[in-house]
């Protein structure tokens, strides 16, 4: 599996590439930091991620794109911005038929230092640690895009059997229910 982390930002969105191996094995692929500035339009801001967007995905051909979910901030600027960005990449990803999955900041965290409140250099000593890199990923929203992705490889099989148990919990009851509803029935027809 191959996964695209993005750490979304107007002024700095982090993108990192990640190919997943056996168990936790994860090696780095890329990994850099698109920058607009903060004078320009914020359609023209969003065009550049965009426009980065589809660079990535169409050179490094990833399986999913891990994006950090906005969970709350303070600042409802920042916040918005930050959705806005990572809603570009998210439609640029949809747009290939790539899945798109969302991961908040603190199941980052906590997948890859083991704590969901982590600062930002302990994850990046994490990041630069697991990866197995000479030099720590600067800034730390290149650092961030790797920490998606990483958490992405190591969360997505425990994803895929909660989702593959919840449809089973769920054909189980449509059964049961029909079963309900054909006793009913034959009662009802007995009277």
């Known amino acids: 599996m191959r996964v695209l982390g993005v750490d979304p ?13 056996r168990g936790r094995e994860v090696k780095p692929v890329a990994v850099d930091v698109v920058r607009t500035p903060p004078d320009m339009e914020l359609a023209s801001r969003l065009l ?17 794109v891990a994006v950090e979910r906005v969970f709350s901030q303070h600042n409802v600027r920042t916040a918005m911005a930050t959705a806005q960005a990572g809603g570009v990449v998210a439609l640029a990803a949809a747009k290939r038929g790539i899945p798109v999955c969302f991961h908040t900041p603190s199941q980052v965290k906590a997948a890859v230092t083991g704590s969901g409140t982590a600062d930002k250099k302990q994850v990046t000593a994490m990041v630069t ?14 650092a961030d895009a790797l920490a998606l992705a990483i958490c992405h490889c190591w969360r997505a099989p425990m994803l895929d059997r909660m989702a593959a148990a919840e449809a089973a919990a769920a054909e189980q009851k449509r059964r049961y229910e029909a079963r309900l509803r054909e006793v009913a029935a034959g009662k009802a027809g007995t009277r």
């Open 9 to 21: 930002g107007l002024t700095r969105c982090g993108f990192g590439v990640v190919d997943a191996g």
């Open 48 to 64: 550049g991620i965009s426009n980065a967007a589809d660079e990535w995905l169409d050179r490094f051909r990833p399986t999913v």
């Open 129 to 142: 640690r697991i990866l197995g890199l000479d030099t720590a990923p600067k800034p730390a929203d290149a």
